[in-house]
């Protein structure tokens, strides 16, 4: 079981996890370990709810193929744990910040004695700069 939040829960059939090698410079070790973990989800036929479901295929992520499977590689560590553990993070990022409503903002305005102050501390200031006129004898 993969907890994604409180409520998302992901079974672990629904990704598929498979080790590859890493691509670029380290010599030796990319040539011969994979390291390097592909992760694929299904989103359509996974247990997520429908709307979830239409939310993650409508993000515009170019990690989503035209058939609502999201293609994940962690390379970005040594050891094939931690990247492992990297793309199942990375995973869990991408539903939260897909499935997350964000609340509508409601426009506020100045109360009117807040008006009153701002007009009054104007004129205020007004009437100082005014006395920093010349004087006249």
Sequence with gaps: M?????????????VEISAIRA??????NVNKVSSAIHLRFDITTSSLSAPQKERLLASNDNR???????????????TQERNKADALERLQQFIIQATSISKNRKPTRPSRNAKRKRVDKKTQRGKTKALRGKVDF
């Design 2 to 14: 993969i907890f994604i939040s409180n409520t998302i829960r992901l079974n672990d059939h629904e």
């Design 23 to 28: 691509q670029g410079a380290g010599g030796q």
């Design 64 to 78: 989503i193929s035209k058939e609502g499977v999201f293609i994940l590689k962690a390379q970005q560590f040594r």
